[in-house]
Nanobody, 124 residues
Framework: QVQLVESGGGLVQAGGSLRLSCAASGRTFSSYAMGWFRQAPGKEREGVSCISATNVGPYYADSVKGRFTISRDKNTMYLQMTSLKPEDTAVYYC???????????????????WGQGTQVTVSS
C-alpha cells in the first residue's frame, strides 16, 4: 500500500512560483509511474504532468508547458511551478500506479493511489 502526502500549496500572486511535493510513506517510488493532476471547482480532474517509473517522459499539459517541471527522487516527487496564472488555481493531487516500464499515464483512471490534495490559489 502506498500512501501519498502532498505539501507546498498556498496563495501566490500571478507570476509567482510554488513547489509542490508528494512524499510516499511505506515504500519508495522506484516501481511506480507518477503524475500530478488538478481539479478546479466545477471542472473535471485534468492531468498536469506525468512521468514513468524509469523517468521517461515527462508529459506536460499544453497549458503548463514551459512553466511547470516535474521531478522525482527515491521517495518524493516534485512539481516546480513558475509564472503562475489565475487559471492555475485548483486542488493539486499526486498519484501513483505500479509500473516497471517506460510508460507514463495521462488518464487519472489509470492510477491506483492518490494523495489528499493541496490547494493552490493564484491571485490576479
Amino acid at each position: 500500500q502506498v500512501q501519498l502526502v502532498e505539501s507546498g500549496g498556498g496563495l501566490v500572486q500571478a507570476g509567482g512560483s510554488l513547489r509542490l511535493s508528494c512524499a510516499a510513506s511505506g515504500r519508495t517510488f522506484s516501481s511506480y509511474a507518477m503524475g500530478w493532476f488538478r481539479q478546479a471547482p466545477g471542472k473535471e480532474r485534468e492531468g498536469v504532468s506525468c512521468i514513468s517509473a524509469t523517468n521517461v517522459g515527462p508529459y506536460y499539459a499544453d497549458s503548463v508547458k514551459g512553466r511547470f517541471t516535474i521531478s522525482r527522487d527515491k521517495n518524493t516527487m516534485y512539481l516546480q511551478m513558475t509564472s503562475l496564472k489565475p487559471e492555475d488555481t485548483a486542488v493539486y493531487y499526486c498519484a501513483a500506479v505500479r509500473s516497471w516500464g517506460d510508460s507514463y499515464y495521462i488518464n487519472p483512471d489509470d492510477y491506483d493511489y492518490w494523495g489528499q490534495g493541496t490547494q493552490v490559489t493564484v491571485s490576479s
